[in-house]
DNA sequence: CCACATTGGGTAGTGGCACTATCTATGTTA
DNA sequence: TAACATAGATAGTGCCACTACCCAATGTGG
């Protein structure tokens, strides 16, 4: 029934060194201890084991955003409402400067208290004096005001809102702002792609398989969307000066 | 008309030291020597300077791969066509395993030789015949059609076929295969997607400027367009299971 | 029954990366 | 001229994803 730490290596081409590393970093359950010296690792282990090599190989998550992925996706997998964009942080949630990307980099935190830079500006007109260091949070009213517009119903505290709010921020003060009515028109594509994306998730047997199918059809599935993008850009480009 | 790199690093909030990094990495042009010990910098340091922290920063490219957009914009600046989307592979194009997110990462290759697991999954049924050790590349095949199907004037060896292949094939070796249909549902998305992204080019004046403008439209507004799938997605489910 | 490769578990080491600190020989400026 | 800032070069830091080693306990074959 089950096969010990080598096996699954061969199978998964990943080396045992590592996967005793994923163990120890709790993106794998640990297997089944039949003694001292011997665990049984089942086919769930070698479908975590890939998908984890997919979350952190392909879409290039860190360790750590991998782990809370999965927590999440496990911790929501009974509920009747599978709010996985909502778990799918994606991005380490570290209050305070936002730094990093979605896989991972690492950095100790930015130079001094004055955060990304940003503000300050040409057109400049943020905060004026008291800049305090008390920020709630940039752009999130832009954000808000998106998704009430919309009708759309998100948690309050959704870790995708702090991350639009902060790109859409940083694009205002690279002189690159989106007008309000572009950015609605990408938010509904987006609920396009989101539909799509719910479609596509059959109710399958076990809940917690689904939840890892659902998982890679969201998280794994972004670096296709950008491609695509990135190829339709290309082709839309090239139409525009035929 | 020229500052010095201590009011470069103040107005742009990164510290001289990272500045000066920037400037071996070759991310920012050297300033103009004035003397052995003194070099101007100008408006367009500073601009270069804002766009690269938010590649780094915001987006979450590499050092690296920010020098490679960069390169790859410049030397595209002039020309009529601003194929932008083809440059912006915005991810390390290491011919082989084709590894590490579009942000960083690092790892030494992958395993050994076997590359990412992949193949041997359920369904297999991959490549019909062949196969041999010269793989081509994953997934090409589909991408190729899918391409094909719609029209699309795409280069041959833009690295986003690449990504977008070996994702769909990761995908399908976990068991969470695209069918063609959705696929293509998904690329005509992006289609429209790369259309709102180019009507907001506006042809301005310097070709440089414009196409740092458009960087910034394409590559900064990725993680935004994710986050903005993320609360769509949350907001479907909810809508769902209302 | 026993040599012996394998395992689980733990600890230390490696290489890459994005900075960051220091140092020196200038240069500027009060 | 003395205090102070630079450019440029080199070394160091902290974080991260692994990777190598070590050890005692096993299971396995002969």
């Known amino acids: 029934m ?71 996706v496990a911790a929501h997998a ?53 800049g305090e260091e008390q920020a709630p949070a940039p752009g999130a009213a832009e954000v808000a005001a998106l998704i009430g517009e919309l009708g759309w119903a998100v948690s309050e505290h959704a870790p995708a809102r702090a991350v639009l709010g902060e790109t859409l921020e940083t694009l205002r003060s690279l002189g690159a702002e989106l007008s309000h009515d572009v950015l609605r028109q990408y938010a509904e594509l987006a609920e396009r792609t989101a539909v799509l994306d719910l479609d ?12 890892e199918r659902a998982l890679l059809r969201t998280v794994l599935m972004e670096p296709a969307l950008l491609a695509l993008r990135r190829l339709a850009q290309e082709n839309e480009s090239a139409r525009r000066n035929a």
Chains 1, 2 share one sequence.
């Open 78 to 130: 009974g509920e009747r409402h599978q709010v996985l964009g909502l778990v799918l942080g994606a991005r380490p949630v570290d209050e305070g400067g936002g730094r990093q990307g979605g896989d991972r980099q690492g950095g100790s935190g930015q130079a001094g208290g004055e955060g990304q830079a940003g503000g300050e500006g040409p057109g400049g007109g943020e905060g004026p004096g008291g």
């Open 200 to 211: 596509e998730l059959d109710p399958r047997a076990d809940p917690l398989e689904q939840a």
């Open 2 to 72: 089950g096969v010990r730490i080598s096996e699954l290596s061969r199978r998964s081409g990943v080396p045992t060194a590592t996967i005793k590393y994923y163990l120890r970093e709790g993106l794998l359950p640990p297997g089944r201890a039949v003694a001292a010296t011997q665990a049984d690792y089942d086919e769930s282990h070698l479908r975590r084991l890939r998908l984890v090599r997919a979350l952190i190989g392909v879409r290039g998550l860190s360790v750590s955003a991998t782990r809370e992925v999965l927590g999440a």
